[in-house]
C-alpha cells in the first residue's frame, strides 16, 4: 500500500491533480474481448474447431479471459485454450468511452480514466493559480 501513496502523492505534485484513484478491480470500467488466432487453432483442433466453437470462444467473458492471461491457458469445457490461441483485447465500456466527461487510454498493463469536467471550484481554482501566477 505504501507503494501506491509514495505514486499518488508523485503524480498529485506533478499533474497538479487534486485526486488520485487507485482501484486494482477493473470489472466496473474495462471489458476484455478476444480474436482466435483460426489458423493456430484449426491447426490444433481441426473439425473440432467449428463455427459453435468460434462464437463460444469469442463470447468469453472478462472473467475467463483475465484468468487465460494469468495462468497462459484456460478451460472451455472440456478444451483447454493453450497460450496464444488468444489475441486479448482490453477496452473501457461505453459508459466511460463515449461520454464526454471522460478520457480513458488502456493497454494490457494498465488502464488509465480522467474525468476532465471542470465544475466551479476548479474554475475558481484555476482562476487563483492564474492571478497568483501574474503577480
Known amino acids: 500500500m505504501q507503494d501506491y501513496q509514495a505514486v499518488a502523492s508523485y503524480i498529485t505534485d506533478e499533474l497538479n491533480c487534486l ?22 487453432i484449426g491447426q490444433a483442433l481441426k473439425k ?17 479471459l483475465r ?3 494469468k495462468q497462459g491457458y484456460a478451460m472451455h469445457g472440456d478444451l483447454k ?5 488468444l489475441r486479448v483485447e482490453k477496452t473501457f465500456n461505453d459508459k466511460y468511452a ?7 487510454a ?9 474525468r476532465t469536467t471542470l465544475d466551479d471550484k476548479l474554475v475558481q481554482m484555476g482562476l ?5 501566477n501574474r503577480i
Open 81 to 85: 485454450i493453450e497460450q496464444g490461441w
Open 19 to 40: 485526486e488520485l484513484k487507485v482501484d486494482s478491480n477493473e470489472d466496473e470500467y474495462v471489458l476484455y474481448s478476444c480474436e482466435p488466432d483460426n489458423k493456430l
Open 67 to 69: 484468468d487465460y492471461l
Open 48 to 64: 473440432a474447431y467449428d463455427k459453435k466453437l468460434k462464437e463460444e470462444i469469442a463470447g468469453l467473458s472478462s472473467a475467463k
Open 106 to 114: 488502456s493497454n494490457m498493463t494498465s488502464s488509465v480514466l480522467l
Open 98 to 104: 463515449k461520454s464526454d466527461e471522460y478520457a480513458c
Open 128 to 132: 487563483a493559480r492564474e492571478i497568483t
